[in-house]
């Protein structure tokens, strides 16, 4: 066995066990796995999006150097199907080869500023994939608490270590058309994948509510009416001026509300929709809070 899969097993090792270690929060806005995607992600920031979404067989593309074969050793045992080829190298063979791929309904993934830069700036030729097949283009970003960042190295390539909190953003999905021009989407992409990218390294462990809400791509916001109606929508309204990104749940206790209708009320459910002016929450009711919230709200209040 020569050097290259001799490093390339121990990165795997390495890699695996970090992952049985992490306490992962995964933030995914559209569900990443309900339709056929191609995944874009910065270079020193692959380790974790690749690894938290292996098994599926999917296609990622590795550079001809001797790095890249590293990776696709590491890869391949992550059961993803690499393809070699980089903007220097077999650029246009790697990317029919993708694209064959993808056409058999395989999901892909690629770092958008590799393999060598310049940092986090997007390179157009790779969004031909997901303009060629139609199908969305959905960014990720996923860091750890915990890291080993090579500051050197043009990347700033990032390595989890063990036992670390760590949060994948899975951001919204954007759609490329056949006709659109893909040096603009290639500046969408980047500006999405930046904001996705400075919240999960920064603003995500961020103790100021106020700046984790404002940078959070979609933060649930729960809000238990104890007393006033009225009062709790204004708070709505009021919040989501402030963080106009946010999803709602308004939890109307009938325990503590002896003069609120129960669920079969309609009425009072018309009432808060046409008050919030069509925002999108839920009204939850009952005595339990158990038996009615099924969230992981970002935030709560109680008013």
Same mark, same amino acid.
């Given at each position: 066995?020569?050097?290259?899969?001799?490093?390339?097993?121990?990165?795997?090792?390495?890699?695996?066990?970090?992952?049985?270690?992490?306490?992962?929060?995964?933030?995914?806005?559209?569900?990443?796995?309900?339709?056929?995607?191609?995944?874009?992600?910065?270079?020193?920031?692959?380790?974790?999006?690749?690894?938290?979404?292996?098994?599926?067989?999917?296609?990622?593309?590795?550079?001809?150097?001797?790095?890249?074969?590293?990776?696709?050793?590491?890869?391949?045992?992550?059961?993803?199907?690499?393809?070699?080829?980089?903007?220097?190298?077999?650029?246009?063979?790697?990317?029919?080869?993708?694209?064959?791929?993808?056409?058999?309904?395989?999901?892909?993934?690629?770092?958008?500023?590799?393999?060598?830069?310049?940092?986090?700036?997007?390179?157009?030729?790779?969004?031909?994939?997901?303009?060629?097949?139609?199908?969305?283009?959905?960014?990720?970003?996923?860091?750890?608490?915990?890291?080993?960042?090579?500051?050197?190295?043009?990347?700033?390539?990032?390595?989890?270590? @063990?036992?670390? %909190?760590?949060?994948?953003?899975?951001? $919204?999905? !954007?759609?490329?058309?056949? +006709?659109?021009?893909? &040096?603009? /989407?290639?500046?969408?992409?980047?500006?999405?994948?930046?904001?996705?990218?400075?919240?999960?390294?920064?603003?995500?462990?961020?103790?100021?509510?106020?700046?984790?809400?404002?940078?959070? @791509?979609?933060? %649930?916001?729960?809000?238990?009416?104890? $007393?006033? !109606?009225?009062?709790?929508? +204004?708070?709505?309204? &009021?919040? /989501?001026?402030?963080?106009?990104?946010?999803?709602?749940?308004?939890?109307?206790?009938?325990?503590?509300?002896?003069?609120?209708?129960?669920?079969?009320?309609?009425?009072?459910?018309?009432?808060?929709?046409? %008050?919030?002016?069509?925002?999108?929450?839920?009204?939850?009711?009952?005595?339990?809070?158990?038996?009615?919230?099924?969230?992981?709200?970002?935030?709560?209040?109680?008013?």
């Amino acid at each position: 066995m020569d050097s290259r899969k001799i490093l390339s097993k121990i990165a795997y090792y390495y890699i695996a066990f970090t992952k049985s270690t992490l306490r992962v929060r995964s933030i995914d806005l559209v569900g990443r796995f309900k339709e056929q995607s191609v995944y874009a992600l910065w270079h020193g920031e692959q380790i974790l999006p690749l690894c938290l979404n292996s098994g599926r067989q999917i296609v990622a593309m590795c550079s001809m150097s001797k790095d890249g074969e590293i990776q696709a050793g590491v890869l391949k045992d992550f059961d993803f199907i690499a393809v070699r080829g980089s903007s220097s190298k077999r650029a246009e063979r790697a990317l029919i080869e993708t694209i064959r791929y993808a056409r058999k309904g395989h999901f892909v993934a690629f770092t958008v500023d590799g393999p060598r830069g310049p940092i986090h700036k997007v390179k157009s030729g790779l969004l031909l994939v997901s303009q060629k097949i139609g199908i969305r283009l959905i960014p990720i970003s996923a860091i750890a608490k915990n890291s080993l960042t090579f500051k050197k190295a043009w990347d700033k390539f990032k390595v989890p270590l @063990p036992f670390s %909190k760590t949060v994948a953003v899975y951001g $919204n999905p !954007i759609v490329i058309g056949k +006709d659109d021009n893909l &040096e603009e /989407k290639a500046l969408t992409v980047e500006k999405e994948l930046n904001k996705l990218s400075e919240f999960a390294n920064k603003y995500y462990w961020s103790k100021d509510i106020n700046e984790y809400l404002s940078h959070h @791509p979609k933060p %649930k916001i729960f809000i238990k009416c104890k $007393n006033n !109606i009225n009062a709790c929508i +204004d708070k709505i309204n &009021e919040l /989501k001026q402030k963080y106009p990104l946010s999803v709602f749940t308004l939890y109307i206790s009938d325990k503590e509300n002896k003069n609120i209708s129960l669920p079969q009320n309609v009425s009072v459910i018309n009432k808060i929709t046409s %008050k919030l002016k069509e925002e999108v929450f839920d009204v939850c009711y009952g005595t339990s809070f158990i038996d009615n919230i099924r969230i992981k709200p970002n935030f709560k209040l109680t008013i």
